[in-house]
């Protein structure tokens, strides 16, 4: 199975807002809403930030939102914050009941 | 609260086995809502799904590393486990468990990871 695309580093300003992509195919991202993000700090592991394309955890801030249109999964960070600077990875359940992650997106807080 | 946490040599020879034991504390690892994963991430580089368990003892593999790689689980011990067979220097990475929920097919719970470098 291939991984989901990801750009490779998005950058934005405090206070700015910024999306990254997360693009597969209809056998993965358009077939399913079970599309996830994760945050990852260096030396850290990945932590759950968005699930079923929309849905945050308890104790996730609001200024971490997602979306889906086609193949394409989205996740929006508002109100960028120094904290928020990590890798950002994506993952959707498969047709072949597997899972698949995303080639990952390194965030820059400038 | 709900803790996972890797263990296992880290260092093996090339085409040896690697073998890993994720331990659950805080929680049955018998519960039904759950699978059991792991997980890993060579240096510098992206994740990696490698399989999982569910207590029932029904597994799905990653295709690419399907042909080496079994998962079992030791419910009396609450712990699972990873082996994988034949590994080369592309096999060294960070090895995480992760507990999966069943229904929304996610990663919700992370161990802290392991490094295990494959080298002679």
């Known amino acids: 199975q291939s991984a989901l695309t990801q750009p490779a580093s998005v950058s934005g300003s405090p206070g700015q807002s910024i999306t990254l992509s997360c693009t597969g195919t209809s056998s993965d991202v358009g077939g399913f809403n079970h599309v996830s993000w994760f945050q990852q700090h260096p030396g850290k592991a990945p932590q759950l930030i968005i699930y079923?394309?929309?849905n945050r955890p308890s104790g996730v801030s609001n200024r971490f939102s997602g979306s889906k249109s086609g193949n394409t999964a989205s996740l929006t960070i508002s109100g960028l914050q120094a904290e928020d600077e990590a890798d950002y990875y994506c993952s959707s359940y498969t047709s072949s009941t597997t899972l698949v992650f995303g080639t990952g997106t390194e965030v820059t807080v400038l | 609260q709900v803790q996972l946490q890797e263990s296992g040599p880290g260092l093996v020879k090339p085409s040896q086995t690697l073998s890993l034991t994720c331990t659950v504390s805080?929680?049955?690892?018998?519960?039904?809502?759950?699978?059991w994963s792991w997980i890993r991430q060579p240096a510098g580089k992206g994740l990696e799904w490698i399989g999982h368990i569910y207590t029932s003892g029904i597994t799905n593999y990653n295709p690419s590393l399907k042909t080496r790689v079994t998962i079992s689980v030791d419910t009396s011990k609450n712990q699972f486990s990873l082996k994988l067979s034949s590994v080369t220097a592309a096999d060294t990475a960070v090895y995480y468990c992760?507990?999966?929920?069943?229904?929304?097919?996610?990663?919700?719970?992370w161990g802290r990871g392991t490094l295990v470098t494959v080298s002679s």
């Open positions: 805080g929680d049955s690892i018998s519960n039904d809502n759950y699978y």
């Open positions: 992760a507990r999966g929920q069943r229904w929304l097919q996610t990663f919700d719970l």
């Open positions: 079923d394309v929309t």
